[in-house]
């Protein structure tokens, strides 16, 4: 599962890892991993991470509209 596989390189390269859903989701104990819950709704998750990117940030999505928001969040002047 492509969440596993991003637990042990978040682990391994000591770099931050952040899962967001609209429900609880389980992420083993560490340093580098961490899970928000936001309120269920409509795209409401698909903005929180459209909202909080910083520079460096990279997004794992299938989903295409989000994918084409954090594009246009990256491309427009800061």
Do not use: C, Y
Not at 13 to 21: G, H, M, N, S
Not at 24 to 43: E, R, T
Not at 46 to 75: K, M, S
């Amino acid at each position: 599962m492509i969440k596993d596989i991003l637990f042990r390189a978040a682990e391994r390269a000591r770099i931050r890892l952040i899962l967001v859903a609209n429900k609880m989701l389980h992420v083993p104990p560490s340093p580098w991993l961490a899970a928000v819950q936001v309120p269920g709704g409509f795209d409401v998750a698909d903005r929180h991470i459209v909202e909080q990117l910083q520079p460096g940030d990279l997004v794992v999505t299938a989903d295409i509209p989000l994918a084409a928001a954090v594009h246009r969040q990256r491309r427009s002047p800061p």
